[in-house]
């Protein structure tokens, strides 16, 4: 069964707009942590933001924060006043505490594309 | 404080030839992870180490890939033969620690074509 889904393969939006990029995940544990990475097209894996399932409020680390509805089960990023060099594949992931080892478990991502 | 080194960049080879990825974690992280990223797709863990000991290596396909770290550093993933499928980019990534907060931190990969 896929742990992390994200639904919206592109994204179009313009400079200066906010844009929301949907997750949503599937976990029995109640300790795990939720990430969101940038991956231009250079290749790098570009760590963004956090939540952990523990925490009560939404993160928030620049123009990213995290909107984490923990019962829903859903930690969509939300990107605000968009610039041109956000347009890359952006990432959910999530780490199940429990699990033997601590990597992360990936989405199959989102394409942003930021116009003019 | 410097990043994940990786090399090479890029990687050309015909099937069944013999392949290794170099990685170089950030300085002081324990743990050590080596990922494929398919194009298209996200990254899946290959091979996760703890200093020098091996965590996780589930989703290694052992007749082929092999991976050390020794000394608890650096690390080598080889592909030995390579198949088409193993077309792919390798990331290598380091954390600090254990725990839902450690975060990794990602080289800029290998690109590996195999022809």
């Known amino acids: 069964a896929q742990k992390i889904t994200q639904t919206q393969p592109g994204m179009f939006v313009q400079e200066k707009e906010a844009v929301t990029l949907d997750c949503t995940y599937d976990?029995?544990?109640?300790?795990?942590?939720l990430f969101w990475y940038k991956q231009p097209s250079s290749g790098e894996m570009i760590f963004l933001i956090y939540?952990?399932?523990?925490?009560?409020q939404n993160a928030t680390e620049g123009r990213y924060s995290l909107n984490f509805q923990k019962a829903r089960k859903s930690a969509n990023l939300v990107i605000s006043a968009s610039q041109l060099g956000d347009s890359a594949m952006y990432f959910c992931?999530?780490?199940?505490?429990?699990?033997?080892?601590?990597?992360?478990?990936f989405g199959k991502g989102t394409t942003l594309s930021v116009s003019s | 404080e410097a990043g994940v080194a990786q090399s090479p960049r890029y990687k050309i080879i015909e099937k069944r030839q013999s392949v290794a990825f170099w990685c170089n974690p950030i300085s002081g992280h324990a743990t050590l992870y080596w990922y494929q990223q398919i194009l298209g797709q996200g990254p899946k863990l290959l091979i996760q180490?703890?200093?020098?000991?091996?965590?996780?290596d589930s989703q290694l396909p052992k007749d082929r890939f092999s991976a050390e770290r020794l000394k608890g550093v650096d690390s080598t993933l080889k592909i030995q033969p390579a198949k088409l499928e193993d077309s792919a980019v390798y990331l290598c990534?380091?954390?600090?620690?254990?725990?839902?907060?450690?975060?990794?931190?990602f080289g800029p990969g290998t690109r590996l074509t195999v022809l």
């Open positions: 180490f703890q200093n020098n000991g091996v965590v996780d």
């Open positions: 990534a380091s954390s600090s620690g254990q725990g839902a907060a450690d975060t990794q931190y």
């Open positions: 939540q952990g399932s523990y925490d009560e």
């Open positions: 976990t029995s544990d109640q300790s795990y942590g």
């Open positions: 992931a999530m780490r199940e505490v429990n699990q033997a080892g601590t990597a992360l478990i």
